[in-house]
């Protein structure tokens, strides 16, 4: 205004007389301005900022309250804070400020340092970080009939209780609570800025107002983390022991739920992937001698994982959050396939020496268990089986060849001996001592040959016990394999789908 004030009045100088009009405008703006400026002196010569502006002490100064939200900045669910950039919209009619437009000018409005005014001094209650009231001097819009309009900027960190049952669905209940830090409710009356829509109620046998929907959105930038669900207000009046008078607070609650898209991608999908690794486990063959180290391997991934957990969520000892009993669960599983592939691997390289077969081993792994995993097992069918064919061939060589030694053998040795009977008067004792040395040549050989055949027949047997062992792991393997699968899909859907936010189908206000 002084600034055009200025401009006309240096382009007037190059006018002449006629040339009223850039004058005209000149005079009332300049005038506009001076009005202005002497309505300011007489508001503030003789006003005190410190006395209520009533003039009656026991009438109550009426505050309107609203909210702004600008931004919601932060929610740290490690501290329990959260941070918001919001305008405070109060009301009041100031009974010692009042003018007739007509005598300044038509000025009715005046912009006046709220620090040169009297303030209710709203503070936020709640607050996190000490700044209680308001660090910006703005000005406050003072109209002729008293009324003034004060709607500072300020950036708040509140205490909001973070709840972390269903982290990373979760849902959060954040407010601020602002009340007149030095008046009580006789002497200021907060109520809130749209009092047409207030519903009143009761909770806890208190009279509570509520206005569902009762702060200004308007401007709001959107979180990137998180969706507000709904913003409602409402006016408490507490009374105290000590105090007649009741502590009038009004509370802005802020309902939040978390966009999980970030959570899921970088800590459940990770999560579940690595977790459904313990199943290849059991898919894993015992002679690779590496199934304890695939175990071991996942394990040490879930740890890594529930350290990074622990540095986002608050350290508490109430309640274990909704990914945090996964992950229990998940570790648990691990840790019990780590012992079930101990004993698996014990099984697979048993040997006959050391254990033997029962009956109800033989029926449960051998005959009953395989039909109801639907495993074959190749060694049962002769027709298919070539190391069924091996083994009938290598004793059918062995049965041959022992008849066949016997069978030639034996003859001779009896051929010997009846010569020797007939003919003992007339042999030599030189001859007699070479047949002798030669039926013993002859009987160790034949025992040699047995023992051989003895041994491989033990050796067979052996050789079919140890396969049977390793049957007996492959189908332990087999039967872990479908019980992990079917605990760790049901436990995964059990407790992922206890999320109340998962079902919840509202859609955000903003």
Avoid at 265 to 285: A, D, E, H, K
Wanted: negative net charge; glycine residues 2%.
């Amino acid at each position: 205004m002084i600034t055009l004030c200025m401009r006309l009045t240096f382009n007037s100088n190059f006018l002449s007389d006629e040339c009223f009009f850039p004058k005209y405008i000149d005079v009332v703006t300049c005038s506009r301005s001076e009005h202005a400026r002497r309505l300011f002196q007489d508001i503030l010569t003789g006003y005190n900022k410190l006395l209520r502006p009533v003039h009656n002490t026991s009438d109550a100064v009426t505050v309107k309250v609203k909210l702004r939200l600008s931004q919601l900045l932060d929610v740290h669910e490690k501290n329990q804070i959260i941070t918001t950039n919001i305008w405070i919209k109060q009301v009041w009619t100031d009974s010692n400020i009042n003018w007739d437009p007509n005598d300044y000018g038509g000025v009715d409005v005046l912009y006046v340092p709220a620090d040169q005014l009297w303030t209710p001094n709203v503070v936020l209650y709640n607050n996190a970080d000490g700044n209680y009231q308001v660090s910006a001097v703005t000005k406050a819009a003072v109209y002729y009939n008293g009324t003034v309009v004060w709607e500072p900027p300020a950036i708040y960190k509140s205490m909001c209780p973070i709840d972390i049952e269903w982290f990373p669905f979760d849902e959060q209940l954040c407010d601020l609570k602002f009340g007149s830090w030095t008046y009580d409710g006789f002497e200021v009356d907060l109520i809130h800025y749209d009092k047409d829509d207030v519903q009143i109620t009761r909770e806890n046998g208190r009279l509570v107002w509520i206005v569902p929907n009762g702060v200004d959105l308007s401007d709001f930038l959107p979180s990137t983390e998180w969706d507000v669900m709904a913003v409602p207000v409402k006016r408490h009046e507490e009374r105290y022991e000590c105090c007649r008078a009741p502590y009038i607070d009004i509370t802005f609650y802020i309902y939040l739920r978390r966009r999980t898209l970030f959570y899921s991608v970088n800590l459940i999908i990770p999560c579940i992937g690595i977790s459904f690794l313990t199943i290849l486990v059991f898919y894993l063959p015992s002679d690779s001698g590496e199934k304890v180290s695939l175990s071991v391997s996942i394990l040490i991934c879930l740890t890594m994982f529930f350290n990074l957990l622990v540095e986002i969520i608050p350290s508490t000892s109430l309640i274990i959050p909704l990914i945090g009993k996964y992950l229990l669960f998940t570790m648990v599983m691990v840790t019990l396939s780590i012992a079930v592939t101990v004993f698996t691997l014990n099984v697979h390289y048993r040997l006959p020496a050391t254990h033997r077969f029962s009956v109800w081993i033989r029926y449960l792994f051998l005959d009953f268990l395989p039909k109801l995993l639907m495993m074959r097992r190749p060694e049962a069918e002769a027709s298919s089986s070539v190391a069924t064919a091996d083994k009938a061939a290598a004793t059918f060589e062995l049965n041959q060849s022992e008849n066949v030694i016997m069978m030639t053998v034996l003859p001779k040795l009896g051929k010997t001996a009846e010569v020797a009977g007939q003919s003992s008067s007339s042999t030599s004792p030189q001859q007699t001592w070479f047949d002798e040395e030669e039926n013993a040549a002859i009987a160790s050989a034949v025992r040699s040959t047995c023992f051989i055949a003895n041994h491989f027949r033990k050796k067979a047997a052996e050789d079919e016990v140890k396969d049977d062992w390793r049957y007996i792991a492959n189908v332990l393997d087999r039967l872990f394999l479908w019980t992990f699968s079917l605990t760790f899909i049901s436990g995964t859907c059990l407790i992922m789908l206890q999320a109340p936010s998962i079902h919840d189908s509202r859609h955000p206000i903003v």
